[in-house]
């Protein structure tokens, strides 16, 4: 059996190295448990995470929930209103709206994932490390970050996409390097704490480099608080995306996304209602959905924001 061991930590003070235990199946359940039962209890998280549910299958199916070809062309069929062979209508080409919005999702899903992805990656390795190194490291990152936040997050990230150039690439690499500063501030305050922590002061004491000490100690410590924040941007990121596409910056036609949709829907809103409606209707439901999933999300990892009922 594992016993605590006393080590010295890089102050020459006393510091008792507590075995590590296992997480038993016990523990998980009841985690498991208490999560089922927050959303249960919450009924915007679970109206939340049914649309979050509903979005990641209509990306994977969307080839079988999809009635038409969204990129088909019918000129007769051209802005038709709701029926029951176009359930939202067609486009001024003929194009099936639901089958446009359907696969609308896909690119939305994707868009959101990489963001997230990368900016929650490079932010999150780029905080725990200045928040943990300091020094000139940690001068030279965050105020490199508060330059880039002066600005509104949305001007700048048109204003990187104008200069790269329309195309969904570039509008995924603009809207990661806005959203990167908000992750990394997250990071580094976390950091900060962590690193004070006798487990951290052990580690180190112990001889563990700065690199083991934040990927090993930092890092994993750290991800319920990111992960909240994840959820909580995902939303912004896709109405950043569609607000991208709206004036061409983003996706490019013909392939179907919500933003570029409303743009083009917008011109026939006097008369052809549901061109623009269904698409925007979408990017409001996502929106929102990521947005109470988030806070139900933060409220069962984050302690120090759960409700007691």
């Known amino acids: 059996m594992a016993v605590p061991r006393s080590v010295l930590d890089p102050a020459g003070a006393s510091v008792v190295v ?15 448990a208490f999560a089922a039962r927050e959303i249960h209890r919450n009924p ?20 079988l929930v999809a009635p038409y070809d969204p990129i088909a062309i019918d000129l007769r069929g051209r802005l038709q209103p709701p ?15 639901l089958s446009r ?10 868009t959101g994932l990489i963001v997230v992805g990368v900016a929650g990656t490079i932010g999150g390795l780029l905080g725990a490390a200045c ?22 997050s949305l001007i700048l990230a048109l204003a990187i996409a104008a200069m790269l150039g329309p195309s969904l690439v570039n509008a995924v ?6 959203q990167i500063p908000r992750y990394t501030r997250l990071a580094r305050g976390e950091a900060l ?48 995306a ?40 979408a990017i409001f439901v996502v929106v929102v959905a990521f947005n109470v999933f988030g806070d139900g999300l933060r409220d069962i990892l984050d302690p120090r924001w759960r409700r007691r009922g």
């Open 44 to 63: 915007l998280t679970l109206f939340g995470l049914c649309v979050v549910v509903a979005l990641v299958l209509l990306a994977i199916f969307a080839p």
């Open 242 to 281: 569609a607000s991208l596409s709206f004036i061409g910056l983003g996706v490019q036609p013909p392939t179907p996304e919500w933003g570029a949709m409303v743009s083009i829907g917008r011109k026939y809103v006097q008369e052809q209602w549901w061109y623009s409606t269904f698409p925007g209707l």
């Open 131 to 152: 928040g943990y190194i300091r020094g000139l490291l940690d001068e030279v990152v965050m105020r490199t970050l508060d330059v880039v936040m002066a600005f509104p």
């Open 193 to 240: 704490q962590l690193r004070e922590l006798q487990f951290v002061l052990a580690a180190r004491a112990l001889g563990a480099s700065h690199a083991r000490v934040v990927l090993r100690h930092i890092i994993p410590n750290s991800l319920s608080s990111l992960i909240v924040m994840a959820t909580l941007g995902f939303g912004q990121v896709i109405l950043y």
């Open 18 to 32: 507590q075995p590590a235990r296992a997480v038993d199946d016990q523990t998980v359940k009841a985690r498991l």
């Open 173 to 178: 690499i603009a809207l990661a390097v806005v």
């Open 83 to 97: 029926t029951w062979t176009h359930w939202m209508g067609t486009d001024e080409v003929g194009r099936d709206i």
């Open 101 to 110: 919005v359907v696969y609308g999702a896909r690119v939305s899903l994707q």
